[in-house]
């Protein structure tokens, strides 16, 4: 387990914040609310977070994450006397700490220094209070899915940070056991011929559960493999050998989900669609160096043969529906099997494989 000395320090938590019942105002996410339009509520149960592992944390990043116990204090009163009682969970507090947040330089260099450390790096600056009550009002959206496919959310508080009297919005919600989706899928070959389509499963979750928030109103906007986290050790109650969980809604929106006359969803934005297509592609292997000889059809071959076994499988779920006028652009029949026996053209043309 990684730990420093920050993760041992303790955060108070000193108010819970109440956000209006609808979504943050989009169009302002870029400036401080003013007024503001939520309330704080004072906490008599004094609750502490005492950090135990660090998941996130340091400079250039939209959140500090710790994983560690929130422990609140209630005192009650029988009747005659009146006794403390101590209430621990173990729970993930994702703190918007603004004086980490990522300076215009991430934004400058955004493709390399974003790419490598996992940040976002196509929306700009938003504001702890945006992405706090974004968090907060997804979880809320997608009530039935906490625990299922996504964390169970316990609430939004504000924190002081242990190590200066900085004050930050924060949630608290349970925490997923699991790695990233690209680990999982390619350990199990996904970047490799032949492909047994051993990820398929996964991947194809990852597809039904996006689909699922937009049924019930919300776009997750930041689909990349650092978000979407599988269990592989879920077995017992589960049909499918993986459990797989969408995390991170600080820059979700509400999304409205309407069906045309044909059956299918009209949609105004694709961008859910859109980036698990490129996760896709990358879990099949096309951001990775290969030496010279290597198929350079594989990744988008292995990508189109998955999407066709999802069609020939699927196809009568509603996500396939919805999801196909744009996945179809992904499948082709005109491979070229052999692998390539010529110079490596990427060092000719850098970033466009
Ligand atoms: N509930 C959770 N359970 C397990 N790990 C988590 C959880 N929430 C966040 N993490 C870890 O912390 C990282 C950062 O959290 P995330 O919510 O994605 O923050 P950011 O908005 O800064 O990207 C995730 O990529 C994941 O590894
Ligand atoms: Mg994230």
């Known amino acids: 387990m990684r730990s ?29 609310l003013n007024p503001k339009p939520y309330t704080f509520e004072e906490l008599p149960d004094r609750p502490v977070f005492i950090a135990r592992e660090d998941l996130q944390v340091g400079k250039g990043r939209w959140s500090q994450v ?47 220094r974003c790419r490598e450390k996992g940040i976002s790096p196509w929306w700009n600056q938003s504001t702890e209070e945006h992405m706090c009550w974004s968090e907060a009002f997804s979880y809320l959206t997608l009530a039935s899915l906490q625990g299922e496919s996504i964390p169970k959310f316990i609430d939004a508080y504000m924190v002081k940070s242990p190590d200066s009297d900085e004050e930050s919005m924060a949630i608290a919600m349970s925490h997923v056991a699991g790695r990233s989706i ?24 990852m597809l ?57 969803a009209v949609f105004d934005e694709i961008l859910d669609v859109v980036m698990m297509e490129v996760l896709i592609a990358k879990i099949c292997g096309n951001e990775q160096e290969h030496p010279v000889g290597w198929d350079l059809d594989g990744p988008t071959r292995r990508r189109s043969e998955f999407l066709k076994w999802l069609k020939k499988n699927y196809g009568d779920e509603q996500f396939v529906k919805d999801y196909w006028f744009s996945l179809e652009k992904c499948v082709y029949d005109d491979y070229c099997y052999e692998p390539s026996r010529g110079p490596d053209y990427r060092n000719y043309f850098p970033g466009h494989l």
């Open 4 to 32: 420093t000395l920050a993760t041992r320090l303790i955060h108070n938590l000193t108010h819970r914040i109440r956000f209006p019942a609808g979504p943050p105002p989009n169009s302002f996410r870029l400036e401080k």
């Open 66 to 112: 710790y994983r560690g116990s929130l422990q609140s204090v209630s005192t009650k009163y029988d009747g005659t006397s009146f006794s403390d009682s101590k209430e621990t969970q173990d729970v993930v507090l994702k703190v918007f700490k603004q004086s980490l947040f990522p300076g215009q330089i991430y934004f400058f260099n955004r493709h390399k």
């Open 182 to 205: 690209f680990q999982v899928c390619q350990e199990l070959g996904a970047d490799n011929d032949p492909d047994p389509g051993l990820w398929y499963p996964i991947a194809m979750e």
């Open 208 to 264: 039904r559960t996006a689909h699922l928030m937009r049924q019930k109103g919300i776009i997750a906007r930041d689909l990349r493999d650092v978000n979407i986290l599988v269990d592989e050790n879920h077995s017992k109650e589960s049909p499918s050998k993986y459990s797989l969980k969408i995390i991170d809604f600080a820059t979700a929106e509400p999304s409205k989900y309407v069906l045309g006359d044909d059956g299918k």
